[in-house]
C-alpha cells in the first residue's frame, strides 16, 4: 500500500546550518506530496506541497522537489534559525487510497 | 479568523468512562477528520467525513464514535473500548474534491490522559 518513510531524527543542527530532511514514498499512481511541520504543543501547519514531477515547493526559505524517479520529496533550507525547531511531517494524498498518508516525523532541534 | 477551534486542550479520563472531544470548523469545509498521534509515530486516521449526516472509518477506529449533524461540527468520542486512549488527538477539515483540494488545516489538539 502506500507509505511514506522520513529519516529518523532528532536532527541537531546549528544556527545558519544547512537542513535536509529525507522522504521517500511508495504510492500507486501520482500522488500530490506535502510537508507539514508541528510546533511544541500545536496541531500541523502545512508548510509546502507539489502536485506533479518536477514541481517545487517552496515557503518560509524551505523547498522540496517532487522527484519521481527517485519516488523522492526531500525538505531543505539554506540557513535554519532556532524558530524553526519543530517537529516535520512529510506526506502523500492518492495513490490507491484517498487518504493523506504521513510519515513518522522528523524533530528538528536548531541551537543558537 | 477563520479556523478550527478543538477543546478542551487538555483532558483527563478514569478508566471506565467515555469521553467526547469537540471540533468546531469555521472554513466551510465538506470535510473533516480525526487523528491519533503518539510519540514515535505518524498521524493515524481514525474516521473522517466528507458531507454532513455521513462518515467513514479509518484506520484505527476501534473504540471510537463519531457524529456529522452539523457541517461545522465534528465531535469524537472516545469509549471505554478503546484500550489505550492517552495520545494527541488532532482533528482537521478540508475541501472535498480532487487532488489540488486536499490540503488539510488543522486544530491545536487535544491531550488525553486516562488516569
Known amino acids: 500500500g502506500d507509505s511514506v518513510t522520513q529519516m529518523e531524527g532528532p536532527v541537531t543542527l546549528s544556527e545558519e546550518a544547512f537542513l535536509t530532511i529525507n522522504c521517500t514514498y511508495t504510492?500507486?499512481?501520482?500522488?500530490?506530496l506535502f510537508w507539514y511541520v508541528q510546533y511544541p504543543g500545536e496541531g500541523l501547519q502545512l508548510l509546502l506541497k507539489?502536485?506533479?514531477?518536477?514541481d517545487k515547493g517552496s515557503n518560509k526559505g524551505f523547498e522540496a522537489t517532487y522527484r519521481k524517479e527517485t519516488t523522492s520529496f526531500h525538505l531543505e533550507k539554506g540557513s535554519v534559525q532556532v524558530s524553526d525547531s519543530a517537529v516535520y511531517f512529510c506526506a502523500l494524498y492518492g495513490g490507491a487510497t484517498n487518504k493523506l498518508i504521513f510519515g513518522t516525523g522528523t524533530l528538528l532541534a536548531v541551537q543558537p | 479568523d477563520g479556523g478550527i477551534t478543538q477543546s478542551p486542550k487538555y483532558l483527563f479520563r478514569k478508566e471506565g468512562q467515555n469521553v467526547t472531544l469537540s471540533c468546531e470548523q469555521n472554513?466551510?469545509?465538506?470535510?473533516m477528520y480525526w487523528y491519533r498521534q503518539d510519540p514515535g509515530q505518524g498521524l493515524r486516521l481514525i474516521y473522517y467525513s466528507q458531507i454532513v449526516n455521513d462518515f467513514q472509518k479509518g484506520d484505527i477506529a476501534e473504540g471510537y464514535s463519531v457524529s456529522r449533524e452539523k457541517k461545522e461540527s465534528f465531535p469524537l468520542t472516545v469509549t471505554s473500548a478503546q484500550k489505550n486512549p492517552t495520545a494527541f488527538y488532532l482533528c482537521?477539515?478540508?475541501?472535498?474534491?480532487?487532488?489540488?483540494?486536499?490540503?488539510?488545516?488543522f486544530g491545536p489538539g487535544t491531550r488525553l490522559t486516562v488516569l
Open positions: 472554513l466551510n469545509h465538506d470535510a
Open positions: 482537521a477539515s478540508s475541501n472535498a474534491g480532487g487532488p489540488l483540494s486536499v490540503e488539510q488545516f
Open positions: 507539489a502536485t506533479k514531477a518536477d
Open positions: 504510492a500507486t499512481g501520482y500522488p500530490s
